[in-house]
């Protein structure tokens, strides 16, 4: 309602009206409308929905051919060459034939292309996922009783080693053969992943990924990437050890390799360093001259393609046993359904695949909306990524989220909208039809290259550590802990202690938040810290107490203690002792009643308090709860029986109404009690202390 001319104003001064709340309505009648709302349906708000679950029927056919075609096109070829060797190295990852990967990069660009919101991310096959599934694939490998350590068929293996039927590591299922028990070891991983992700979506949980703050991301990529060099060293020496699982898989993994360097083959060893040394000079001038670059290097693609056709005319796996991919058949599988006994093996792995890959997908979008001024819906992202994971998993794909550097390099090449995505699955899909059997003679430590040398913006990461120390030793806690963590313990462990830390200290600065004394800025209503500014004038007789934080549970003590303290009185104690003198002196009244000035209750009394008001700034005061609603009762109740007043300022509409449900108020909105103790600033809460204790000053000077 509108406040009248003439209830606005009163006496010259502004006084606020009430809005009479709406009356609340029954749980059981807003399920019923909320269930009618959701359940009708006509024409127009069905072709809606179907717009907001699929988002390129939206913008598709708005899509602007000259102006947005030429930049799609060319980020999308870029991202494509990129994509195909990155997709073969990663599948080393996984513990999975480089087919996979490419099935996997294929439909992920399709399906994000119709489902995503972001115009800019780019889908596919990240590395720390790619580790992730690779610990599952090679424990599930172990209780089969199959060799994870063993890198698939090799060189002469035909295209009958993929199949279900393929046994040619004898231990483990009957049907199926070490690389195709690890591929339904992925994809039902995958699938689980993908119906959290989806059940997220629908169940609006979009939120959830706020709770993993950047500190945790950034120290979680940092150990995750110790991890995967980690496993690529002995790709990069060509030595054969066992691969580790558990607590400790990098410190056995790293074990395992000082006591197998003498085995090092040094037709892998001279390749890799002088891959490494090609590709960390390029990706150097690269980063150096990039405003100058209009299109990316494909530095990974001309070093895969060079290596390919030395080790092919060199013979280096005929002449030097160097490890090779072997040979990748061309075309597609059958679809196949993921086994559902694997699927209840892994349901638990499935949640930290899910959680990280939706956290990275969301924080991205995000990201790339806020730079080029567009918005995002995280749930839909969550629908979208876990459509990526879901649908392809029975297309023999793995998990799959969005990536940082395929993604900036599509904004650096001119990328608009997801027609790029599109482009980037012709690409990989020429590859699957024709291409792929030419990568047979590429050596495995090349791909091992490309891995180590994509670590390296999450291994610089360790040079904002001392940074991140100076602006907030809590958070820097965080990262320190999630990287240990993940190098010392597993990934799924650092992960979840990330995230126990990142509670914990919240709770921490919760818990004790900063407690001060306010005093007035000169002659102005304003009040300020009076240890952090000079200058500053307390008020006589009157204490402003500021506490920058929620009074619940965990910090009441804290509050009252921080009170008391910086008012140099224990309420608590003086108000209990107090009490006893009074209770003792209407005892002895009864008992004598001439003891004479030492009898009386006035002698036993405790001095005064040298203020008559405390004064509560509940500006930072962001919710009550019924233990922080109690210290507040009990310490009015202390401060009324010492004759010291109790007021409280800027106090929110939920802190107020927090405040009249348990009863410190009055029970109507309006009340005189609520009037009297709820002030809108800190200085009509002083001024109302100041002309209240003149009262009884005044009255007393009249006897």
Not at 79 to 85: D, F
Not at 321 to 341: C, K, N, Q, Y
Not at 567 to 590: F, N
Request: proline share 5%; charged share 15%; glycine share 8%.
């Amino acid at each position: 309602m509108e406040a009248s001319p003439e209830c606005a104003q009163q006496d010259g001064g502004l006084v606020l009206v009430r809005r009479q709340p709406p009356a609340p309505q029954s749980l059981c009648k807003t399920l019923k409308s909320r269930l009618q709302q959701s359940c009708t349906c006509h024409g127009r708000q069905a072709w809606v929905l179907v717009q907001d679950l699929v988002p390129a029927t939206r913008w598709l056919p708005q899509y602007r051919l000259w102006e947005d075609l030429p930049g799609d096109v060319m980020s999308g070829l870029v991202i494509g060459i990129i994509l195909v060797p990155q997709a073969i190295a990663y599948s080393l990852l996984a513990g999975l034939q480089p087919l996979y990967s490419l099935y996997t990069s294929f439909f992920a660009n399709l399906i994000y292309f119709l489902l995503g919101t972001s115009r800019h991310v780019s889908v596919g096959i990240f590395s720390l996922l790619c580790l992730m599934v690779g610990q599952v694939v090679d424990r599930e490998l172990q209780l089969a009783g199959l060799d994870p350590a063993q890198d698939g068929p090799g060189l002469g293996a035909n295209d009958s080693a993929l199949n279900a039927s393929a046994t040619w590591l004898a231990p483990g299922p009957q049907d199926c053969g070490r690389d195709c028990y690890a591929i339904r070891v992925a994809t039902a991983l995958t699938l689980m992943a993908g119906i959290y992700q989806v059940l997220m979506g629908v169940l609006r949980l979009g939120f959830m990924s706020t709770y993993l703050s950047p500190p945790l991301l950034d120290g979680f990529a940092m150990g995750a990437s110790v991890t995967i060099l980690t496993s690529q060293l002995k790709h990069l020496l060509g030595v054969r050890v066992p691969r580790h699982q558990g607590p400790g898989m990098v410190l056995s993994t790293w074990l395992s390799l000082l006591r197998s360097a003498s085995q090092a083959n040094v037709c892998d060893v001279v390749t890799s360093a002088v891959c490494l040394a090609v590709l960390l000079a390029a990706k150097e001038l690269s980063d150096r001259y990039r405003h100058h670059l209009k299109v990316p290097l494909p530095v990974e693609l001309v070093v895969i393609v060079v290596a390919t056709l030395v080790s092919h005319f060199g013979q280096f796996h005929e002449r030097f046993g160097s490890s090779v991919a072997g040979h990748i058949p061309t075309g597609f599988l059958a679809p196949r359904v993921p086994d559902p006994e694997l699927m209840w093996r892994v349901v638990l792995d499935a949640v930290s695949l899910a959680l990280v890959g939706s956290a990275f997908s969301i924080s991205l979008a995000e990201m790339f909306a806020r730079n080029h001024s567009y918005s995002v819906r995280a749930n839909q992202e969550l629908l979208a990524v876990g459509c990526c994971n879901l649908v392809p998993a029975f297309f023999h794909c793995f998990a799959t989220s969005a990536t940082l550097a395929k993604s900036l390099v599509k904004t650096a090449t001119g990328c608009r909208t997801q027609v790029s995505s599109v482009v980037s699955a012709a690409v990989v899909l020429l590859v699957l039809l024709a291409l792929a059997p030419l990568f047979r003679d590429l050596q495995r430590c090349v791909l091992a290259c490309v891995i180590v040398v994509s670590l390296r913006g999450a291994l610089r990461k360790v040079g904002d550590l001392p940074q991140l120390w100076r602006l907030s030793q809590a958070d820097a806690l965080v990262w320190v802990a999630t990287a240990a963590t993940c190098v010392l313990v597993s990934v799924e462990a650092g992960l979840l202690a990330g995230v126990l830390l990142s509670l914990l200290s919240l709770v921490g600065r919760t818990q004790r938040p900063h407690a001060v004394l306010l005093a007035r800025i000169g002659g102005s209503a304003f009040y300020e810290d009076a240890m952090e500014f000079e200058g500053l004038l307390p008020e006589p007789g009157v204490q402003v107490f500021r506490f920058a934080g929620p009074l619940y549970f965990a910090n009441k003590d804290f509050f009252l203690r921080s009170l008391y303290s910086l008012t140099g009185l224990d309420a608590g104690h003086a108000a209990a002792r107090r009490r006893g003198l009074e209770a003792g002196a209407h005892k002895g009244d009864r008992g004598s009643k001439d003891l004479g000035p030492a009898g009386t209750t006035s002698a036993l009394v405790l001095s005064a308090a040298s203020f008559h008001t405390v004064v509560i700034d509940c500006a930072p005061l962001l919710f009550l709860d019924v233990a922080g609603l109690a210290a507040l009762k009990g310490l009015r109740r202390d401060y009324e029986t010492l004759g010291v007043a109790l007021l409280l300022a800027c106090c929110s509409p939920s802190v107020r109404d927090m405040l009249r449900r348990g009863g410190f108020l009055g029970e109507e909105e309006g009340d005189a009690a609520e009037e009297e103790q709820l002030f809108h600033s800190v200085h009509s809460a002083v001024q109302a202390a100041r002309a209240r204790h003149r009262e009884p000053e005044a009255a007393d000077s009249t006897l």
